[in-house]
Antibody
Framework: QVQLQESGPRLVKPSQTLSLTCTVSGGSISSDDYFWSWIRQPPGKGLEWIAS???????YNNPSLKSRITISVDTSKNHFSLTVGSVTAADTAVYYCARVSGSGTRRFDPWGQGTLVTVSS | DIQMTQSPSSLSASVGDRVTLTCRASQTISTYLNWYQQKPGKAPRLLIYATSSLQSGVPSRFSGGGSGTDFTLTISSLQPEDFATYYCQQSYSIPVYTFGQGTKLEIK
């Protein structure tokens, strides 16, 4: 079955850029049936959807995060990526990647195991 | 933006109890509502989608209901492995998705 795995630096300095990659295995990221998303969870808090992308490159961002977010896809490597610019301590969170069904009631399944990114000098 | 509000924020219950968790949307979302279970240190797991459809592999003691703005997740007979935090999530206002703040289900 499809599995997702996040990777990237665990510690980022304030004002710098956070970069993460989600590698998809057991299935193609180029499926017509799915979108691919990033979701984050600050320590002890709830879940926040960040952004989604289709394999064609069509993207959707959370308006609350404005222009700090970039999501991209590399179909040749079967992975998609997230960058968050100008990070602050408020961006410290566990970052999850997840697949989103492309039809019906869209839902996040499966999820990666998550990676904790800490913003600190 | 559609806001999702879960109640209660936390709940204490015993093994074997029947419990119902509630999720309310700030505007109608039809039946575009999903439920997830999250255990400490783990990623969320999809339990129910489209308000009442059980995800493959999820025990039948879990059920969902509702429509419009008010939704429920019911666990018919709590098992030890069910103690976790539960989140609802709307997918009506795609491509923007929002989650509730969660309900933590604890052992009494």
């Amino acid at each position: 079955q499809v599995q997702l795995q996040e990777s990237g630096p665990r510690l980022v300095k304030p004002s710098q850029t956070l970069s993460l990659t989600c590698t998809v295995s057991g299935g193609s990221i180029s499926s017509d049936d799915y979108f691919w998303s990033w979701i984050r969870q600050p320590p002890g808090k709830g879940l926040e959807w960040i952004a989604s992308i289709y394999y064609t490159g069509t993207t959707y961002n959370n308006p609350s995060l404005k222009s700090r977010i970039t999501i991209s896809v590399d179909t040749s490597k079967n992975h998609f990526s997230l960058t968050v610019g100008s990070v602050t301590a408020a961006d410290t969170a566990v970052y999850y990647c997840a697949r989103v069904s492309g039809s019906g009631t869209r839902r996040f399944d499966p999820w990666g195991q998550g990676t904790l990114v800490t913003v600190s000098s | 933006d559609i806001q999702m509000t879960q109640s209660p924020s936390s709940l204490s219950a015993s093994v074997g109890d029947r419990v119902t968790l509630t999720c309310r949307a700030s505007q109608t979302i039809s039946t575009y509502l999903n439920w997830y279970q999250q255990k400490p240190g783990k990623a969320p797991r999809l339990l129910i989608y489209a308000t009442s459809s059980l995800q493959s592999g999820v025990p039948s003691r879990f059920s969902g209901g509702g429509s419009g703005t008010d939704f429920t997740l019911t666990i018919s007979s709590l098992q030890p492995e069910d103690f976790a935090t539960y989140y609802c999530q709307q997918s009506y206002s795609i491509p923007v998705y929002t989650f509730g703040q969660g309900t933590k289900l604890e052992i009494k």
